[in-house]
């Protein structure tokens, strides 16, 4: 625990909040931003309806009950406010789909107004506040639909026994299971006691005890303060195995072991991001495996994330996904976007910090693959997003940030801290990225205060190296800026002279020389495929390979979205089993797309869906249901 005590000395009592949160004393963030003048005000969150200028939230006590017969979390949540001004009588909270039962404080009953949903933000509740006091409770119970909730039944779980909830609260769905200032620039402490069926345990993204007895009522605490979207529970006949001193996996037993060895990194990779980066400040780091259907490949839930199975292959080649939601525990957990516009601050950082753990505990050449796809992702995304959609400081005003997910803040936010690791050298850039952490730790900032601190460190100590010029064109303008670094991989030239060589038809496909192969080779290899094969190529291919039958899932979706492009018929089986037993979106979403282009891939995708659709998360149902309709 020591390794703490200069991330809690530098936690503020409270975080100062929209609008506009200054850059520095005399000029407003809103115009600090040369390159923006597109009117939107730096530092204010569109996506949240909460008053914390006002009237912070800064605790949170929540005591709720799941009730997995009708599908609902109800009992109370107490919020500790601080008032910013004397005059500040109205607390301004996000709530989504939820029914308000009261609102009290002091025993006494609150008024309250709850205002019009919007469809994509839910409604304001504002609450009259009394005179005295620093507290409010709220009792209220969520909706079966609540958009950050899914509730499966035994059946959608591996061991077929139980029921299994989860929430999932990036980037705008806490509210649709807690009333609360719904922001990132909002950060809770919290505790909570969860009352769930007594064979069942309960976790949280908050100190959690594995040796806690099984009675159907968990306590947790969170002493870190928190952003609303780094909330999180899971409820389902779950068990604990340790990795290392300070990590472990929850899991349901079915896939407990399985989990625990191919995560069997997690422990070296801690240690590996403490060593460059500075001490991890969360006490442990455990995974949670969910069931398939989780929407994302993985969630930072602090000291807690929440992992997707389909990343379980039994080699370790997609622990990426680890490496990545660990280093959120420093880039994003710890220094948090200020609002959705500033999301690269979270996944540019940690992508570029996924590369440089990978780099460390698997060698420059994993390394170099992985960003190499990376880029390749970047590259497509690139060709296909209108301009606006692929500057990294956003423009999100109207806009529901679930539909504006690409790789954009991802790989090109990584890029460019890549290029600024290269002008200055990579110890020098550590050191930066060091510093930075512990600077802002707990703290959430804007791309503007990015900016200026790295106008008074970097720029300021390289000014030969560095120019603002291009820094803005890397934040503010749209594809990638010329001569940006360009990753490689030697390791990837045999696996296009391969292709090369079954394409002109100098080999057949048995004759490729494909024993060493890693699974990043052979994704290079099918994601580099022209786009239109034949029938007879794709039958040679599958024959030699066994793509359709590839238990890889990574694997298995390059070659189905080959198959879907070709209308190669003997893969849809396994296409219709892929979409129906998996809900990750980044995995189906572009198969119903590509499949949507055709009257018959459309017909087929509309089966898959239908059948799909009562275990798919609220989030997938959303993402998807526009191919098929
Ligand atoms: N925090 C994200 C997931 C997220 C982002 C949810 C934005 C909602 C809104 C998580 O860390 C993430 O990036 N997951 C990726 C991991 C991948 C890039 C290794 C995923 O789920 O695919
Ligand atoms: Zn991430």
């Not at 994509?120 to 005179?131: F, H, Q, R, T, V």
Request: glycine share 4%; hydrophobic share 40%.
């Amino acid at each position: 625990m020591k390794n703490l005590a200069w991330l809690l000395t530098t936690i503020p009592l409270f975080t100062a909040c929209s609008p506009a949160p200054e850059t520095d004393s005399s000029v407003p963030a809103a115009e600090a931003t040369a390159a923006d003048n597109s009117g939107i005000q730096a530092g204010v969150d569109y996506h949240s309806f909460s008053n914390p200028a006002e009237v912070t939230v800064t605790h949170l006590d929540l005591d709720l009950t799941a009730d997995f017969a009708a599908s609902v979390l109800s009992g109370s949540a107490t919020l500790t406010y601080q008032k910013q001004t004397a005059q500040a009588d109205t607390l301004i909270v996000d709530t989504r789909d939820l029914n308000i039962q009261s609102v009290t404080a002091n025993g006494e009953t609150l008024d309250y107004q709850l205002q019009p949903a919007d469809p994509e933000l839910g409604a304001a509740l504002e609450i009259d506040l009394p005179e005295r006091g620093n507290k409010v409770t709220i009792e209220y119970a969520t909706s079966p639909q609540a958009s950050g909730v899914q509730w499966l039944t035994p059946s959608q779980t591996a061991g077929k026994e139980h029921p299994f909830l989860f929430t999932q609260a990036q980037a705008v769905h806490a509210r649709s299971f807690i009333p609360l200032q719904d922001s990132p620039q909002v950060r809770v402490t919290y505790n909570a006691t969860i009352h769930t069926p007594e064979a069942l345990l309960a976790v949280m993204s908050a100190a959690n005890d594995p040796d806690t007895e099984r009675d159907g009522e968990y306590d947790f605490t969170m002493p870190q303060p928190v952003p609303s979207y780094l909330i999180a529970l899971a409820i389902g006949d779950l068990q604990f195995k340790p990795m290392g001193e300070r990590t472990g996996v929850y899991a349901e037993p079915a896939l407990l072991d399985a989990a625990a060895e191919e995560f069997a990194d997690t422990e070296s990779m801690l240690e590996a991001t403490e060593e460059t980066y500075g001490p991890y400040g969360w006490d442990r780091y455990d995974l949670l495996i969910l069931p398939p259907s989780f929407p994302f490949g993985g969630m930072e839930n602090p000291r807690l994330s929440f992992i997707t199975p389909t990343v379980i292959a039994g080699d370790k080649s997609l622990v990426s996904l680890i490496a990545h939601e660990l280093a959120h525990s420093w880039s994003g957990n710890t220094v948090t976007n200020a609002t959705w516009r500033d999301l690269w601050l979270n996944e540019g950082f940690t992508t570029y910090l996924t590369y440089r753990i990978m780099e460390m505990i698997y060698g420059h050449d994993r390394y170099r693959m992985e960003a190499v796809l990376g880029y390749q992702d970047l590259q497509e995304d690139i060709a296909a997003l209108p301009a606006n959609d692929q500057i990294l400081a956003i423009d999100l005003r109207g806009r529901n940030p679930d539909d504006v997910f690409s790789d954009i803040p991802y790989e090109k936010g990584a890029l460019f801290l890549r290029e600024l690791e290269q002008k200055v050298g990579r110890e020098n850039f550590d050191q930066f990225l060091l510093n930075y952490f512990k600077h802002f730790a707990f703290k959430s900032i804007t791309t503007d205060e990015f900016i200026a601190y790295l106008n008074d460190t970097l720029l300021a100590e390289y000014p030969d190296k560095l120019d603002s010029e291009r820094i803005d064109q890397w934040i503010f303008k749209p594809g990638i800026p010329a001569d940006a670094p360009m990753p490689t991989s030697d390791a990837f030239s045999i696996v296009d002279q391969a292709r090369q060589d079954w394409l002109s038809g100098e080999k057949s496909a048995t004759n490729i020389d494909t024993a060493q192969w890693t699974v990043h080779q052979w994704l290079y290899f099918l994601n580099n495929m022209p786009e239109e094969l034949s029938d007879k190529q794709l039958a040679e291919l599958d024959d030699a390979f066994g793509l359709t039958t590839s238990s890889n899932n990574e694997i298995a979706h390059s070659w189905l979205m080959i198959a879907v492009h070709n209308e190669y018929q003997p893969a849809y089986d396994r296409l219709y089993d892929y979409l129906v037993s998996i809900g990750r979106n980044k995995l189906v979403k572009p198969l119903y797309r590509e499949l949507s282009k055709t009257p018959q891939g459309k017909a087929f995708a509309q089966k898959a869906f239908a059948e799909a659709k009562p275990g798919y998360h609220p989030l997938t149902i959303k993402a998807n249901e526009g191919f098929v309709n």
